[in-house]
């Protein structure tokens, strides 16, 4: 029924079966029909895609098979493939819009659609709002196959990267006897496959992939790639000579690193080693712009190099939407996406992989050596996120509570600078204390899962403590 499909910022996400069904998967597809019918500017052109979950090459044919029986010519996925393949696709060949059939990072009992504007990135909120607005409980159905046609995608995407991956760098680190150049990647079951095993391996890397191969349950794991799921990636870096570690979430989009000791790097040190690549060995100039999550050892960098910084809403759809308006370098989120300039205004854990790899060719140094320098300028990272299930909680209870905060004996030292109030559309959902010098508090409700999360960051580890613990106090866990 209606009243069953929820859409988040850029699209629709549910648990399978119970409401992501395909009745309810031809709602969407229709709602999405009457929404290309409505702007005459559409070419009517739109490419489809599946991840490796459940029944999603199935869904994908049927979301194109609705598309195909509304006259609108649909290019459908040949296999899977990861969703920055589809975004990339998208804007190659000139499509109006783009499907995804994914749950990205969330557990394999959900799937979900993302939909994927003609610039190749994320619709943004208002987009999704005008597709919600045309659900109809009424199904029509009619469905045929008369405009579709099936395509290999991944192809003009690899080529696409060496425009902006010094390939020849990555291949020259190789041929040196000095260097060693091994990578074992964790595809955690998910759409990233082999993919970046094929490319790494004609540079003459010694690259292994586990769990590459796409598998419904993601081998019994959350395919989100955080420390806690990325055990096996962790012990076979640790125990072969691999200089790093690299591991791709469930749709490909997303990405995370370890040191050549197996030791997992934060997400957030993931972005500062990131944005030091760009900038420091490929010489790339831009704006930065983060969501309110994310580090503010960010800001400090942007600062010390004179860049443009923008701090956004949380959702990787803001950012897009300054991407598309703004000169940028870098786009990252603390749930590891990170869009990168002369790509799309897309996350792309391929590419992010790929990065480090040149990171590694370009510096002849290692990650560790890499951290240590970032590190004398930023000074070493103190910061958490907490989750906690929201259950029966009264959110507007918390957030009326957050908005009377006043710091407890816990943070005597305190001083409250500035508020950032978080709204989705008219509704408050998060706030955000901060209290100068990269010291600051957030609590938040998760738009995708029944989640409140707690987010703080300090100078010292003794600082976040006592940050977290006023965080669960105003919450009161």
Avoid at 84 to 103: E, Q
Avoid at 152 to 180: G, K, M, W
């Amino acid at each position: 029924m209606l009243s069953q499909i929820k859409f988040g910022n850029d699209g629709w996400r549910a648990l399978t079966g119970e409401v992501f069904n395909e009745e309810n998967l031809i709602r969407v597809a229709e709602a999405f029909v009457r929404y290309l019918h409505s702007n005459s500017q559409f070419s009517k052109l739109v490419v489809v895609g599946f991840d490796g979950r459940k029944d999603s090459d199935h869904y994908a044919e049927v979301f194109a098979q609705i598309l195909s029986g509304n006259n609108i010519s649909t290019i459908l996925s040949q296999s899977i493939i990861p969703t920055p393949v589809l975004s990339f696709s998208v804007k190659h060949l000139n499509c109006s819009a783009g499907i995804m059939v994914t749950a990205s990072h969330n557990a394999a009992t959900y799937n979900g659609v993302k939909f994927k504007a003609a610039y190749g990135g994320p619709f943004i909120v208002e987009e999704t709002r005008k597709v919600k607005d045309f659900l109809r409980d009424e199904i029509d159905g009619t469905r045929n196959d008369v405009y579709i046609l099936q395509r290999n995608l991944l192809p003009d995407y690899v080529y696409h990267l060496q425009s902006i991956v010094n390939f020849s760098a990555i291949r020259s680190f190789a041929e040196n006897p000095a260097n060693t150049p091994s990578v074992i990647i964790d595809s955690m079951g998910g759409a990233g496959q082999m993919i970046l095993e094929d490319i790494l391996v004609p540079l003459g890397w010694r690259a292994q992939t586990i769990f590459g191969a796409p598998e419904p349950n993601f081998y019994d794991r959350k395919p989100e790639p955080i420390e806690k799921n990325l055990e096996p990636l962790l012990y076979n870096v640790s125990s072969t000579d691999a200089i790093l570690g690299i591991a791709t979430d469930g749709d490909g989009d997303r990405c995370a690193i370890c040191f050549e000791d197996g030791k997992w790097i934060s997400v957030q040190r993931t972005i500062l080693l990131l944005l030091w690549h760009l900038h420091e060995y490929k010489k790339m100039r831009g704006a930065i712009i983060k969501s309110v999550p994310v580090t503010d050892k960010v800001r400090v960098l942007a600062e010390r190099w004179n860049l443009p910084f923008y701090e956004v809403n949380v959702s990787f759809q803001n950012i897009a939407d300054l991407m598309l308006k703004t000169d940028f370098l870098l786009g990252v989120e603390e749930s590891a996406g990170f869009g990168i300039q002369g790509h799309l205004p897309e996350r792309d854990g391929i590419l992010s992989g790929l990065l480090f790899c040149e990171l590694l060719a370009m510096s002849g140094k290692s990650l560790h050596e890499i951290w240590n320098n970032i590190k004398q300028i930023v000074s070493e990272i103190h910061y958490k996120r907490i989750d906690i299930p929201a259950g029966t909680m009264d959110r507007e209870e918390i957030f009326n509570r957050c908005e009377h905060f006043k710091p407890s004996k816990n943070l005597e030292e305190f001083f409250i600078q500035k508020v950032r109030k978080l709204y989705d559309k008219d509704t408050l959902n998060g706030i955000k204390y901060l209290f100068g010098d990269s010291r600051w508090l957030l609590i938040r409700a998760s738009q995708t899962e029944p989640m409140i999360r707690i987010y703080a960051e300090g100078r010292t580890e003794d600082e976040l403590q006592r940050l977290l613990k006023e965080g669960q106090r105003l919450i009161e866990i």
